[in-house]
């Protein structure tokens, strides 16, 4: 029995490689700490940009004519759309045309949408005239891939809204 307890003793004073086992033991919990640090970056950025894209085309397509605004299409919904997705317009007096360079996170995401509705008119004594109000929505799907070996579910979609009052140019 005392030779038992001299073992013990001896090897709860011996330190030899306790380093290395805590190492190993909190390295799991560092790597997946670090992991959802950065996935949880990535998409709040997508979300930032997707959010200032939006803005930026209910702002382009609140300055369109009025009588367009109420109903929107054709050329200034697509350059609204380039606005957004590429964040660049055609050049002066160029006919529209849909860009082909997105930028991020448009450019990963296969299936994002943006639409451009009218959401409504309005009348109010605070205006001079009556107006109306145009929306900007995105949808984004976006993958946080290095979820996916955790196990965890890695398609997720962001949407941005936004809405102006039709001012005219």
Request: proline fraction near 4%; charge should be negative; charged fraction near 10%.
């Amino acid at each position: 029995m005392r030779k038992i307890l001299r073992f013990a003793q001896i090897f709860a004073r011996d330190t030899d490689g306790s380093m290395t086992a805590e190492f190993i033991i909190a390295m799991p919990v560092l790597f997946t700490a670090l992991v959802f640090a950065f996935e949880f970056g990535r998409a709040l950025f997508a979300y930032e940009v997707i959010t200032s894209d939006v803005e930026a085309a209910v702002r382009y397509i609140s300055h369109v004519p009025i009588a367009q605004c109420q109903a929107p299409s054709g050329a200034d919904v697509i350059n609204a759309q380039n606005l957004a997705k590429c964040a660049e317009l055609p050049t002066s007096g160029a006919a529209s045309v849909a860009c082909t360079d997105y930028h991020f996170p448009w450019n990963s995401s296969a299936g994002a949408t943006l639409s451009v509705t009218n959401a409504g008119s309005f009348s109010s004594a605070n205006f001079n005239t009556d107006g109306s109000v145009v929306q900007v929505k995105a949808q984004v799907p976006l993958t946080l891939a290095m979820l996916g070996y955790m196990g965890i579910n890695t398609a997720y979609t962001l949407v941005a809204s936004a809405q102006a009052r039709c001012m005219g140019n």
